[in-house]
């Protein structure tokens, strides 16, 4: 029992390597909170010319399929 003790305890140690201290983390998650403010921002403004290219190039599709040169 011993045994399975310690080599559960020497397996885990190298996984703490990979888990940031938990000052990193709240670091990083208010660098993630502020990028996704900024391109909110961008992104606001961005959809609506986006949907209106796609319905024009949707539109002009439509319009070539049905034969208008005929």
């Known amino acids: 029992?011993?045994?399975l003790l310690f080599?559960?305890?020497f397996?885990?140690?190298p996984l703490t390597l990979y888990v940031p201290p938990?000052?990193?983390i709240n670091l990083f998650v208010e660098t993630i909170e502020d990028f996704l403010r900024h391109?909110?921002?961008y992104?606001?403004?961005l959809y609506?010319?986006?949907r209106h290219a796609f319905y024009r190039l949707l539109n002009s599709l439509?319009?070539?399929?049905?034969g208008c040169c005929s």
């Open 48 to 50: 609506p010319r986006l």
């Open 43 to 45: 992104s606001i403004r």
């Open 11 to 13: 397996s885990a140690v």
């Open 1 to 3: 029992m011993l045994q």
């Open 7 to 9: 080599a559960v305890a």
């Open 39 to 41: 391109t909110a921002v």
């Open 22 to 24: 938990i000052r990193s």
């Open 62 to 66: 439509l319009h070539f399929s049905r």
